[in-house]
Structures are given as C-alpha cells and as structure tokens.
C-alpha cells in the first residue's frame, strides 16, 4: 500500500497538485486507489494547488449525473429555431466549450472510446506539411542607414516584479496573506479616490437599527436568483454580508452583472425589512482616474511591442518575421515607417517567445522544433539580426519554461544564457517597469480569457475593452481556480497599484490600440497563423502586426507585416 500511495502522490505532484490528508484518505479508502486517482486526473476541472475532498467528490457526483442522466438529442425536424437576441449567448456558450478543451476544464466529463477519439483527431486535424527550419536572412547593408535612436543609451527601471522576490510555499496561510493583503490595497484605493464609500464600516458593525449602509469586501459568492435578482455574498476579516442587485434597477444590475469572485469591491446599500439582506444602491469599483496625465520624454524614441512569437511551431510566419527584420533594419518601408525604425529603441516581448511542449493536446503534431531549449536558442538566432542599440525585454507567457501559476517570475539563468550580443533584460509576468520615465504594465493576458468567459458583455477577440475593466476593477486576474493559474504569493503582484502610461497584453493573438482615461492600450498580436485550436474555435488570428509607441508624442500606432513578406 506504501508503494502504491507513493505512485499516487507522484502522479498529482507530476502535475503541480498537493492532495491534502483528508483527500488521500478517501482516495485510500477506494478497493482500487491507483485507478480512481487516474479517474480523478482525467476528470479534474483544472489541476489546483491543492486537491480538496469537496473536490473529489464533486467529480464523482457529476459523473456519476453524467452516467444516469445521458444526453437527448431531439430529432432533426423538432429543433428549435434560432431565437433573436441570443446569437450572443450561443457564442459565448460555444467560446466557453472550445477553451474548456483547450484548457482541460471540461464540467461535463465523459467515457471516450481511445480508438474512435484518435481517428476523430486524424479527420480534425490532418497532418501538417513538413516545415524547413528558419533559413538564415541574407540582411543587405543600408549605407544610408543612421538609426536616430543609436545616439541615446537606455533607460529601463523595473518598479514592480516578482523576480527575486518569490515567497509562497503553497501553505494555506500563504493564501490568507494573499487575499488580506489584496483587500487591505483594494481598500486603500477605494477610500482615497472614492468619496461614495468614504464611511465605510466593518460588516461585524452593521445593526439592525441602521437603514443605510456603506461596506467594502472580498468577493465569496454571486449567482443569479430564480426571480432574476444578482445575489452577491462578500466578506471582510470580520465577518460577511448578503448584498442583493434587483432585476428592476437596471443600472445597479449592470453593474452587478461584472462582479467577480475574488475581487474587492465597496458597495452602497439599504438593510431590507427582514435585516437579512442589503439592497444594493451603488456598486463602486476603485477605477482609475478620468483622466491620466500623459508622461512625455524629450528624445525622439519609441518602444514597440512583439508578443506571442511562438517560434517552434509550424504556424510560425517566417516571412512577415522576415520583413519585420528588414525593416527594424531599415531595409524596408517607405521614408515615414523607416523614420519610426529609426527612433526605436525598445523591444518588448509580452509572453510566448516559443510555443513550448505540450501545452495543448496533439501540440507535437504542430511543432517544428520538438525541443524546448532549441526553440530559444532558434529565437537567440533570430535576435542577433536585430540593432545592437535596441534593448530587447522578454517576458514569459504560459507556453514558456517557467511555473504556470501567475506571478511568473523571468527566464532562469539556463535560458537567459542563450542571449547574448546586445541588452536583453528579463523581466516577471507581469511586470511594472519605466522606459525613459514613462511607465508601462506589461501582462502577458491569460486571465482575458477569465474576464471574457465570466462577464456576458465582454469577448476576448475584443482584448481592449476587457483591459478597461482590469483597469476598472484595478486587478489583471481576481478569481482563484479560473483558466489563470495563481500562485499564493505574500504580495498581490497581479493588483494594479499604480496607474501606468502603457498597459499592454498578448495571449489572444489579436492586434488592439485603443485609450482608456488618458492611458494606452495594446494587444499586441502574434506572429503565428491560425492553429488547429484556433480553426476548431472559428478564431482568425490578427498576427504579423507590431504595435509602436511614441514616447516623446505618446501616439500609438502598428506596422502591418502580414501583407509585407519577402
């Protein structure tokens, strides 16, 4: 039996999960302990920290649902017909359904015959054309070619990263620090920018007597009652409140429709007869101010940003790269687009340098290069056709070599050994850095997908719009246990403490500019072609494109390589 459990625990650590005592014993307790936690692996929504026994035997319970209430499929002549008003819904219930796959989070966990799923995989994805590895650029020498950004060093500041800095060791006191410290900074905010919740009190404080009612609180629980109400449960380290958003005040109701769980919120309420519910008049968010002073440099300089590179994959687009090369090189463009190249000083890089190994099913099937490290020293090539006055930052993703959970702190020294030639500075994801005094928030985004799943207004293919309500909520990924692995850090590195110039993100492969309250936003798109995932999900991908900030004029603007190849 010793063995056995030692096979087990194995088996969950393999993927980054702690089982705590309570849940090994259940698991002890099954007649065949090695093929129910194989079971539980298979059928986990997505792999936690730490594996609970509610957790385990919510999966048996779905399951076991699954099993005794099978699936009707009505016969064609009695399907319904498209209703209006709900195209929206279908697609975002079909958006939910292909990330689930993607991202192993499936709530309806089934028995797949092997060889029928096999074949089914064959039909949906046919095999890829054997891709030759990156040919070496033949760069032509510009004499003409002055860059004007040559003539200034660098001036790069990190402000707030994770780097160094690592504290958690998965402790269950690890994650109160975490939420403490997020609610007390959340807090700060709220009762020095917003007047509405300025005499706030500790729930333990409300009375019976009183009629209104001020808190602020961690998110614990939202749903939508039978009637069409937002019920909303937050808790403070006092003790917690039931808040209710009725239907009929349809301003209190939006804005209730954005509450997530986890986030810090203050709220503005009326104690209901009973005394057992407050009735919502106001949700207030910490928000950022209407409008941010735009910092300015004197140089002539700009920063541009190149996410989502994904060199090793066989959807990698080597001709736009191409171009992109010649044009950073001044070989390519007209006078206006080889004066921008001229005056770039900065690369950054927001996440997934490389596309990895095995990030997503059948992904080996989609590589050109099947060895991680030989995936950076391909993009270690590639950099050294860039100038050498241009200071490249790289940032991880999660298809990079560092831990999953979000705050990922920068490349170990294995894989900063690869670069070398120029200045490469590597920086945590997320990072809060400053070029020349502007400062930038660089994220490299998978926790869009968890604002765009759980909010029925927003839509990842529209990064931007979800990047205000980060910013509105001042946090890039409030909910535990979403698509966005976190770590229990003893500082909220994920919390939007200072307003920044620049917010750029990546992850979804989609070119964004846009502007909330004076500051800047980027999705900086992707220089891979439309994956197998991406086909399943009707996604086309905006890549080829590289988005450029003027740091003296604070424009913003992108060049577009995808119809530019050589």
């Not at 994770?162 to 410290?181: N, Y």
């Not at 009183?210 to 614990?220: A, Y």
């Not at 941010?292 to 541009?304: M, T």
């Amino acid at each position: 039996m010793g063995e056995i459990m030692e096979s087990i625990l194995k088996l969950f650590s393999d993927h980054g999960t702690f089982v705590l005592p309570d849940a090994l014993t259940y698991i002890r307790s099954k007649e065949k302990p090695d093929d129910f936690a194989a079971f539980l692996i298979k059928n986990l929504r997505e792999y936690p920290l730490f594996l609970e026994l509610d957790a385990i035997k919510n999966i048996e319970s779905s399951t076991q649902q699954l099993i005794e209430t099978p699936l009707t499929i009505p016969p064609p002549q009695t399907l319904p017909q498209p209703i209006p008003g709900v195209e929206k819904t279908i697609e975002k219930e079909f958006q939910k359904k292909m990330l689930s796959k993607i991202y192993n989070k499936s709530s309806f966990p089934k028995e797949v015959n092997e060889e029928e799923d096999e074949e089914d995989t064959e039909e949906e994805q046919p095999p890829q054309e054997e891709k030759k590895p990156l040919q070496p650029l033949d760069l032509k020498t510009v004499k003409s070619w002055k860059p004007l950004a040559k003539e200034y060093t660098s001036e790069v500041c990190i402000i707030n990263d994770i780097t160094g800095k690592r504290s958690s060791e998965g402790t269950t006191q690890d994650f109160v620090t975490l939420f403490r410290e997020r609610y007390q900074g959340i807090r700060k905010i709220l009762t020095s920018q917003r007047r509405e919740i300025s005499q706030f009190i500790p729930i333990d404080r409300i009375k019976k007597t009183m009629t209104d009612v001020q808190l602020i609180g961690i998110v614990k629980n939202v749903k939508t009652t039978h009637n069409g109400h937002r019920l909303i449960e937050i808790e403070d380290d006092t003790g917690s409140a039931a808040l209710m958003a009725l239907k009929s005040n349809t301003e209190i109701m939006q804005l209730a429709s954005e509450v997530m769980l986890d986030e810090v919120i203050g709220v503005v309420g009326k104690i209901s007869k009973n005394k057992d519910l407050i009735i919502l008049q106001n949700i207030i968010y910490p928000d950022i101010k209407m409008h941010q002073d735009r910092k300015r440099i004197e140089p002539p300089l700009c920063v541009a940003f190149l996410s989502d590179v994904h060199i090793g994959s066989k959807m990698f687009m080597d001709s736009e790269w191409n171009a992109f090369l010649r044009w950073i090189n001044g070989d390519l463009g007209n006078f206006r687009q080889r004066d921008v190249a001229s005056k770039l000083k900065y690369l950054v890089l927001p996440g997934d340098l490389v596309d990895g190994i095995g990030i997503y099913p059948n992904q080996e099937k989609e590589l050109s290069i099947s060895n991680i490290y030989d995936q950076y020293q391909a993009l270690a090539k590639q950099f050294e056709y860039i100038p050498d006055h241009i200071t490249i930052l790289l940032q991880p993703g999660n298809h990079d070599a560092v831990r999953p959970a979000e705050p990922q702190p920068a490349f170990e020294k294995e894989i900063r050994d690869l670069f070398s030639g120029k200045e490469f500075i590597f920086i945590g994801n997320p990072s809060y850095f400053s070029l020349h005094g502007v400062n930038i928030l660089s994220y490299h985004g998978q926790s869009l997908l968890d604002y765009s799943t759980n909010i029925q207004s927003l839509n990842y293919n529209e990064p931007t719009e979800v990047m205000k309500l980060m910013l509105k909520k001042r946090h890039l990924a409030p909910t535990y246990g979403g698509y966005t692995p976190l770590a229990p850090e003893h500082v909220d590195y994920m919390l939007i403490n200072e307003v920044p110039d620049i917010f750029v993100t990546g992850h979804v492969h989609t070119s964004s500019i846009d502007n909330y309250r004076g500051v800047t936003l980027i999705n900086a798109s992707s220089w891979q072609s439309q994956t197998s995932y991406q086909k399943m999900m009707n996604f086309v991908p905006d890549s080829a494109k590289l988005p450029l900030v003027d740091l003296k004029t604070g424009s913003a603007t992108a060049m577009d390589f995808s119809k530019t190849t050589i």
